[in-house]
């Protein structure tokens, strides 16, 4: 034990509690699927160690924080080189450090995305690209802090059900960690490259003949009766690590917070967790006000669109989902609650785009240079939405959440430029705009001249 003086410098790592969204009680610990012991509702990670009698505590000042977090850029400590880890003033403390299960994810770039601006019409448009994370999305800047944490109490197993990315992601880290994880995925709806990931992580993979829907409810049974960490986004450690996207964001803007964000729905998390980052770097006085932030959804796998349109609000809508965009086929998202509550103090709003909008966008992004997973594209194919709706203005400044890597889904990107997604089912004008985006290989002998020939036809 080290002497406590009145000199000693004040601990880094605020405390922190598991609060219930729904009834505010206060868990003190969290029960096998993180749901709340009086009421069964979520639960979310607060920190009232942030604030003293006096207001927010000194070390934590937007000074001192931005300057720390900046200056952890240039150090080679692994913690710092994650670029979830360097925000760890707002995390929960870890009691550990030594046992950070850490890939060095985060740090991912924003790009200008200049040719999907003009196509929407729009001055300045961003990517903030979370397709660039260890293993190729958004899922690793929460799971080195959920799998940290299930390393640390001491679990030999962890879990999750999957539309492929968070199975993949929690395979890496359960890995890197010493530990086994079993994935649950629906049999034949998710893309090759992120099962691929599993199967090379060493996961136990299990393709149910179900959707996922029907693998988070097996999921459920499962860590009820053996002792198995679940790593889904209920997890709300998970949120935490997540957040750091939003700190990176207005960092890379010099702390300026940008007209709006779009995010992809699915589970509803990755909002839940931009959302949040806001709405406390708002309370630590970082920023001043909040960008806007709205929520795309696929047309079929709307949840929350019908929640809101239907119900405004008050009850989920529990759709059969299907879309092309498998990562965020998800009909009964388990974070709609916290995404509302974003939507609400953020002033965003919910569209849904369909699938020749959703393979349009992802072209376009993919001819800008950045590419991206088909759930990504929804956010530019929403964004046109918004435009014309007069929801967001030409000339504000506008971020796409590009949450998974092109190389995620390349059947789909095969297909699109093969002309083969949509087989015949589209209309005229949908077709025409499809052609103007497709770029099939082309087949040739041999020879220079069939090449030269063939940049020729293609030189206008
Ligand atoms: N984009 C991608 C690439 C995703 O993989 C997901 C979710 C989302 C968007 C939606 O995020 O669920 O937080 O609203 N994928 C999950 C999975 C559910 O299992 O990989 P969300």
């Given at each position: 034990m080290t002497d406590q003086t009145a000199?000693?410098?004040?601990?880094?790592?605020?405390?922190?509690?598991?609060?219930?969204?729904?009834?505010?009680?206060?868990?003190?610990?969290?029960?096998?699927?993180?749901?709340?012991?009086?009421?069964?509702?979520?639960?979310?990670?607060?920190?009232?160690?942030w604030k003293s009698a006096d207001g927010i505590q000194a070390n934590?000042?937007?000074?001192?924080?931005?300057?720390?977090?900046?200056?952890?850029?240039?150090?080679?400590?692994?913690?710092?080189?994650?670029?979830?880890?360097?925000?760890?003033?707002?995390?929960?403390?870890?009691?550990?450090?030594?046992?950070?299960?850490?890939?060095?994810?985060?740090?991912?770039?924003?790009?200008?995305?200049?040719?999907?601006?003009?196509?929407?019409?729009?001055e300045r448009l961003y990517g903030k690209h979370q397709g660039m994370n260890p293993t190729g999305s958004f899922k690793d800047t929460g799971m080195t802090v959920a799998a940290s944490v299930a390393r640390q109490q001491g679990f030999r197993w962890v879990a999750c059900a999957s539309t492929g990315n968070?199975?993949?992601?929690?395979?890496?880290?359960?890995?890197?960690?010493?530990?086994?994880?079993?994935?649950?995925?629906?049999?034949?709806?998710?893309?090759?490259?992120?099962?691929?990931?599993?199967?090379?992580?060493?996961?136990?993979?299990?393709?149910?003949?179900?959707?996922?829907?029907?693998?988070?409810?097996?999921?459920?049974?499962?860590?009820?009766?053996?002792?198995?960490?679940?790593?889904?986004?209920?997890?709300?450690?998970?949120?935490?690590?997540?957040?750091?996207?939003?700190?990176?964001?207005?960092?890379?803007?010099?702390?300026?917070?940008?007209?709006?964000?779009?995010?992809?729905?699915?589970?509803?998390?990755?909002?839940?967790?931009?959302?949040?980052?806001?709405?406390?770097m708002k309370d630590l006085g970082l920023i001043s006000t909040l960008p806007r932030i709205s929520i795309i959804q696929a047309e079929g796998a709307n949840p929350l669109v019908r929640t809101i349109r239907e119900t405004a609000g008050k009850e989920l809508v529990r759709v059969q989902a299907e879309t092309m965009a498998t990562a965020i086929r998800i009909g009964n998202p388990a974070s709609w609650k916290k995404a509302l509550r974003v939507l609400q103090a953020a002033g965003g709003t919910v569209e849904q785009v369909g699938e020749v909008e959703i393979a349009l966008a992802k072209a376009e992004i993919g001819a800008d240079g950045i590419g991206c997973e088909p759930a990504s594209a929804v956010t530019l194919a929403g964004l046109k939405k918004l435009l014309k709706q007069g929801f967001v203005q030409p000339n504000q400044t506008v971020v796409l959440i590009l949450t998974g890597h092109l190389l995620k889904d390349p059947e789909f990107t095969l297909k699109f430029h093969r002309g083969d997604l949509f087989s015949g089912s589209t209309k005229e004008k949908e077709a025409r705009s499809l052609s103007q985006q497709q770029r099939a290989p082309v087949v040739l002998e041999a020879s220079a001249d069939a090449v030269i020939g063939t940049v020729g036809k293609f030189s206008t």
């Open positions: 000199s000693a410098p004040k601990p880094q790592q605020a405390p922190s509690q598991l609060r219930c969204i729904g009834c505010g009680a206060i868990n003190d610990w969290a029960t096998q699927n993180f749901r709340c012991t009086s009421c069964g509702d979520l639960l979310e990670i607060i920190y009232p160690g934590l000042s937007p000074v001192a924080l931005r300057a720390l977090w900046r200056q952890r850029k240039t150090s080679a400590l692994p913690m710092d080189e994650s670029g979830v880890w360097r925000f760890r003033e707002i995390l929960p403390a870890s009691p550990d450090w030594q046992t950070i299960i850490s890939l060095r994810e985060g740090n991912t770039p924003l790009y200008e995305l200049p040719g999907c601006a003009r196509s929407a019409g729009i968070t199975s993949a992601s929690m395979a890496a880290y359960a890995a890197r960690g010493g530990m086994r994880s079993l994935v649950l995925i629906p049999e034949g709806q998710i893309s090759w490259g992120k099962l691929s990931q599993a199967l090379d992580y060493g996961a136990l993979t299990c393709q149910l003949k179900t959707d996922f829907d029907g693998c988070v409810q097996v999921l459920n049974e499962v860590v009820q009766r053996t002792p198995i960490y679940l790593l889904n986004s209920v997890n709300p450690y998970r949120i935490e690590g997540q957040k750091t996207a939003a700190l990176e964001l207005l960092e890379q803007f010099d702390w300026q917070v940008p007209d709006h964000v779009i995010v992809p729905g699915g589970n509803l998390a990755n909002s839940s967790a931009l959302g949040k980052a806001f709405l406390e």
